[in-house]
Structures are given as C-alpha cells and as structure tokens.
C-alpha cells in the first residue's frame, strides 16, 4: 500500500534522499519556498507534480496537517541488518545502532529516528510484530529523518542483539532498574543501544541480552521520561563521548 509523506520539510527531505516518490501533489494555489523548493527538486528528479482543488486534495489526505503538499510514495522497503552493520565499516567508525523494543507510538519512533539521525546512529532496528512501523506520521513526526536513516525490521529482537554481540558489539539497555549511570559506561566502542516500550520497558529476554543496563537519574516526582526523550539523552551521551565535547 502506498504511503504519504505530508509536510514540506518532510517531502523536501524525502527528495533530498533520493526516495522512490511516485508524485508530489500540490493544493492549487500553494505557493511559498518551500513549495518552489519542492518543485525544483521534484523537476531535477523527474517527478511528477500535480495541483488538484481542496477537495480532492483532502481526499488523498485526510488525517494529516499537510501544508498544501504531499508525496506518494511506495510501501518502505526496509534493509537488511547486514547492510546496517556494513556501514560503520564502510566509514571506518565505530558502530553505533539503535534498537528499539516495542515502541508503540509513532510519535515516539519519528522522534527516535530523528536524533538517530542527528547523533550519528548508523541504523536503526525495530520489530515487525507488536510495535509502530514507519508511517506517513512517522516520517512526519521524523522531519524526513526516515529517509535517510537506515531501517531494518527483525522478527526476533533477543536473537538480533546476539548476532550484533557476535558482530563485537556492546548492547547498552536504558532501564529505570539499570546499575549504572549511562554517563559511567564507555561509549567510545561498537554499541548497541536498546530502547524498551513506552510503558513496559525493556523485555526480560532482551534484558538478558544486554551488556550493561544504563539509567538516567530523575529528581522530579515523574517516575520517568518519555522514551523518545531518554533516548535521545543517552544518544547525545555516546556522541559527546565520541567527539570528546
């Protein structure tokens, strides 16, 4: 089924990343930058772009705040986890992935794929069953970040966080119960990070697959933060340890 990438920025990135965009469709008399923007890199690539009237317009889509453009686009196509770990490699670095264990909102995933995309996260792996999947509000919500961050869906969370130990990477848990402060771990090596469900955490198999379970102290009366919020707390943790700020 087709998907549509909603919003300016989102499709000016979904451009910019060379997705597979089928059409860009346009609200009859849209104008602005970002419209001239979009049909500049639409025209470069050779997509078609149409302008319709609002009603038809709405029918394409009607659940999104849109800005008066939209992208459709095929079905994702996510990559495999080895085209994943091979681009650490390619680059010479350090891996640096990003699990993801039930993240049920696709709010929390576009914000989580978004600061993937900003810290330096070489790819990104979520589960096919029981979780978000990349939607047009995830793309949305990403700020196109999805475009240009590697996917991988797995079946089997546990199993995949073997295959990356075995790969010579670190798997980092970030729990509430965790022993460590996530400031007290070295993040310099090939790692791994897991990200539990918004309300459940992390799940006990996944939890024993984990090399260090990582915490982030609170001082309020709010027993956590929001997932995509501690995410991204301790990605910018592995970056700043990284780049030495």
């Known amino acids: 089924m087709d998907t549509i990438i909603a919003g300016r920025k989102p499709v000016i990135e979904a451009l910019r990343a060379g997705t597979a965009i089928e059409r860009v469709v346009l609200l009859a008399g849209v104008q602005g930058q970002g419209i001239a923007d979009i049909q500049r890199l639409a025209q470069q690539a050779r997509i078609p772009v149409v302008q319709v009237p609002r009603q038809e317009f709405r029918g394409l889509a009607p659940d999104h705040a849109t800005q008066g453009v939209i992208a459709v686009v095929p079905a994702r196509s996510f990559v495999e986890l080895e085209e994943i770990l091979e681009h650490p490699r390619k680059r010479h670095e350090q891996g640096f992935l990003l699990v993801l264990d039930e993240i049920e909102d696709p709010h929390n995933l576009g914000a989580l794929v978004r600061t993937a995309e900003c810290a330096g996260v070489h790819g990104v792996i979520i589960p096919k069953h029981h979780a978000a999947t990349v939607t047009s509000a995830v793309v949305k919500t990403s700020a196109g970040a999805t475009e240009h961050m590697p996917i991988a869906e797995v079946t089997n969370i546990a199993h995949t966080l073997k295959q990356l130990k075995d790969d010579g990477y ?47 102290p609170l001082r309020g009366k709010i027993s956590s933060l929001n997932a995509s919020v501690a995410g991204a707390v301790v990605m910018y943790e592995v970056l700043r340890q990284r780049t030495k700020l």
């Open 170 to 216: 670190w798997v980092v848990g970030l729990d509430a119960a965790g022993d460590r402060l996530y400031t007290a771990v070295d993040l310099e090596l090939p790692i791994a990070l897991v990200v539990g469900n918004e309300g459940r955490g992390i799940r006990r198999l996944v939890r024993e697959r984990c090399d260090f379970l990582v915490k982030i």
